[in-house]
């Protein structure tokens, strides 16, 4: 079955930018959400590890809650990988940050957080629908606090906003143009579109990026666009990094969960 797996694998055509010597990274897109994409695609990881020989580090590039229905068991299989997988690292998407400010009881953030998908998420922790829609946002609030559990707070709390590898800059959304790296702010990591997107100046490193949604990976100069739409297209990517090369691993909804057998 692996000839069908490395089929999936989309040659990217060699760029200048590289990883270090001796290093391998995956990084992943965002997943909303979508436990059984997740699952699937880190089986694919697994298996072009053992292809290529060890393993490489795994970075997530956030937004792994609200939209798709399974948050809660994404967010429980993270935390699971980040004790198989100690040099795994994973990046807070603006999602995760509005999650948070909500979990503090703050009301206005549980608002916006319930307009952008988080009522799926609230589902997803156990909260019944009837309780849920019978909730104001008092309710809500602390239904949500009782429902998450404190080390899912914890790993959350922990999410990084940038990570630097040879020639890549990976964060969740993108860059200010013209701010050179160790002076760019959270609020722009995290949620930053036009200005990034538009942009084709170049940048002191090329940038990794979720966020934005395509139905199809980007690959520009200066940035790699990973957002495939997991919960709305029903698809979930890495890419792949080492040395100059660069592969994409897809998992989609269209097809069954990989299995070795």
């Not at 979508?34 to 695609?41: A, K, N, S, T």
């Not at 156990?126 to 849920?132: E, F, L, P, T, W």
Request: with cysteine; charged share 30%.
């Amino acid at each position: 079955m692996l000839s069908k797996l490395f089929s999936r694998r989309a040659k990217i055509e060699t760029a200048p930018a590289s990883v270090p010597d001796g290093e391998r990274v995956y990084a992943i897109g965002d997943i909303h959400g979508r436990y059984d994409l997740l699952d699937g695609l880190l089986r694919r990881i697994e298996a072009d590890e053992a292809g290529r020989g060890g393993r490489g580090r795994l970075i997530f590039l956030g937004d792994y809650v609200d939209r798709g229905p399974q948050s809660a068991a994404v967010v429980e299989r993270l935390i699971s990988l980040k004790n198989e997988r100690p040099d795994t690292r994973f990046l807070q998407g603006n999602h995760e940050e509005v999650f948070l400010s909500a979990l503090t009881g703050d009301l206005k953030a549980l608002r916006f957080f319930n307009r952008i998908g988080g009522a799926e998420t609230i589902l997803s922790y156990g909260v019944r629908q009837d309780a849920y829609d019978q909730a104001d946002f008092n309710d809500l609030s602390r239904l949500l606090r009782d429902a998450v559990p404190k080390s899912h707070r914890n790993f959350l709390s922990g999410l990084e906003d940038m990570v630097v590898v040879g020639d890549y800059v990976f964060v969740h959304a993108g860059i200010r143009p013209g701010v050179p790296l160790d002076e760019q702010r959270s609020s722009d990591l995290r949620w930053i579109r036009e200005e990034f997107i538009r942009s084709v100046s170049p940048q002191e490193k090329v940038v990794v990026h979720g966020h934005t949604i395509e139905a199809d990976v980007v690959d520009e100069p200066h940035r790699i666009g990973l957002d495939t739409g997991a919960y709305c297209y029903g698809t979930l990517t890495a890419m792949g990094f080492e040395g100059q090369e660069r592969w994409l691993l897809q998992q989609s909804a269209a097809e069954p969960v990989f299995s070795a057998a």
